[in-house]
């Protein structure tokens, strides 16, 4: 019942879901209250008509498995990108074990030169938990590579539901009009940070500006 939902997600993403996902799928829902969190600092918190619309905060360095994927849709180069580190976590590393999940999966995504659409490579990135940051296992997959990702300062704002395309542009311009005209940040370079996996309907996610060094 489990591999047939995933199934249902994975084919509004138009991707088909391959049989041997169904271990990896059971360990991650027998896992799903265990998540640790990537490690950060809040820097300031910013508010619109007594809202929360959005927060600066600073990551640390750290080692992240990432996968590089350029499907001709958005959410077939996450799912697939996905698919690959769920195996890497579940089972197919240097150790053989289940190395723990944390939240959030990144997808750093870049946007064409109109910054009307989105380019279609993406970066999938899994942060290592903490027990696994100085010796990192090594994956069985040759797609996909340990990084040591440099500190981050990031521009945050949460928002629910699917991740298209379509909603990532409209949470990239909504976050625009709220900072109004800056050079602090990256114009072409954006963060999707997910915090559910793809099976909850209204998960959370956040869409991060990168700020400059």
């Known amino acids: 019942r489990l591999f047939a939902h995933w199934e249902a997600v994975a084919s509004t993403h138009r991707v088909s879901l391959p049989r041997d996902m ?29 809202e929360a619309a ?11 498995a990432c996968v590089t994927k350029g499907e001709p849709m958005y959410e077939q180069s996450i799912s697939m990108s996905f698919m690959k580190l769920m195996r890497y976590i579940c089972k197919e590393n240097s150790v053989g074990c289940y190395l723990g999940m944390t939240v959030p999966v990144l997808n750093e995504i870049h946007l064409t030169k109109e910054g009307t659409e989105l380019e279609r490579e993406v970066v999938t990135a899994y942060y290592l938990p903490g027990e696994f940051q100085q010796t990192p296992p090594v994956p069985t997959d040759p797609e996909i590579h340990i990084t040591e990702r440099a500190p981050l300062r990031v521009i945050t704002r949460v928002f ?27 114009r072409e370079t954006y963060i999707v940070a997910v915090y559910q996996n793809p099976s909850i309907p209204q998960r959370r996610n956040e869409i991060w500006f990168i700020c400059r060094a």
């Open 54 to 64: 959005y927060e600066e905060r600073r990551y640390p360095a750290g080692k992240w």
């Open 160 to 186: 629910y539901g699917m991740t298209t395309e379509e909603t990532i542009l409209r949470e990239i311009g909504l976050l625009w009009e709220l900072l109004g005209s800056t050079d602090a940040v990256l």
């Open 22 to 50: 169904a271990g990896p799928i059971v360990q991650m829902s027998r896992h799903s209250q265990a998540r640790e969190p990537v490690p950060y600092v809040t820097l300031s918190q910013h508010e619109k008509c007594e």
